[in-house]
């Protein structure tokens, strides 16, 4: 797919992972939607990145809202031809602690419906975008790039939500490539690794230093604009779909 001049619309775009994708794309040329909470700054995210990004406010659990927001994108920028998926939550607690209490179901059912079910119907309704797009000569109207995580595959203690919601994204993977094959529309889905973001604000050096020794090499944490680059190499090599890429420098993670 050709970047350059190509509409964007990336969920989770105002910082973190999808900070990082929408960045590389605007780079690449791009015109970007970043999709996000209306509480979140994306408004003074795309003002600092330019005239070709445009915040559009999102509640990705409210179906109303996914679908104002793709319709806002197509208004304005005329289009939708990338949707990079990053919006997600994380909540930790055991199935049972030591204290006796028990996941509470409305944490488990909030995971799911931001991280799987939200994903889910900003795809569809994506794709239904997509698919009044003229193909290019191979055919390609889209790309969907899904963000998923290595807790998918080796989920942590107290991850039981996370890792459920992640796997559910990577098991949509090929369903959704195939489903969306007859209109010209390839998915992807990237599986981070231990990434520099947000959601490790709250961790002090030491765990740093611990997480960062579970990468093989290299021996840093991920970025977002690790993530931004490996979309970029998705949009461009047309063979890449219905698979899953771990972008995790060799990580495996431990029980806890």
């Known amino acids: 797919m050709q970047i350059e001049g190509a509409v964007a619309l990336v969920t989770g775009g105002a910082g973190g992972l ?47 809202s996914v679908e104002a927001a793709v319709g806002a994108v197509v208004q304005t920028f005329g289009r939708v031809d990338i949707c990079v998926n990053a919006a997600g939550i994380i909540a930790g607690h055991r199935v049972v602690a030591r204290d006796g209490s028990m996941f509470p179901l409305d944490r488990f059912r909030a995971v799911i419906d931001v991280n799987l079910i939200g994903l889910f119907d900003v795809t569809r309704q994506a794709a239904a975008a997509m698919r009044a797009n003229d193909p290019n000569e191979e055919g390609e109207r889209g790309l969907i790039v899904n963000v998923a995580s290595i807790a998918a595959f080796e989920g942590q203690v107290g991850q039981a939500a996370y890792s459920a919601s992640k796997g559910g994204i990577v098991s949509l993977t090929l369903p959704l490539a195939r489903d969306l094959a007859s209109l010209g529309i390839r998915v992807m889905t990237i599986a981070p690794g231990i990434m520099d973001t947000p959601m490790l604000g709250g961790v002090n050096e030491q765990i740093r230093n611990a997480l960062t020794k579970l990468h093989v090499f290299p021996k840093r944490l991920g970025t977002p604009e690790d993530l931004g680059g490996l979309v970029i ?14 972008l995790d420098a060799a990580a495996r993670l431990d029980p806890r």
């Open 18 to 64: 999808g900070g990082g994708a929408a960045r590389k794309l605007l780079e690449r040329g791009a015109r970007v939607a970043l999709l996000d909470l209306p509480s979140s700054k994306g408004s003074e995210v795309a003002h600092d990145l330019g005239s070709d990004a445009v915040f559009i406010p999102v509640d990705v659990t409210d179906t109303g």
């Open 233 to 246: 190499a998705i949009a461009e090599n047309p063979l890449l779909n219905g698979e899953v890429i771990r």
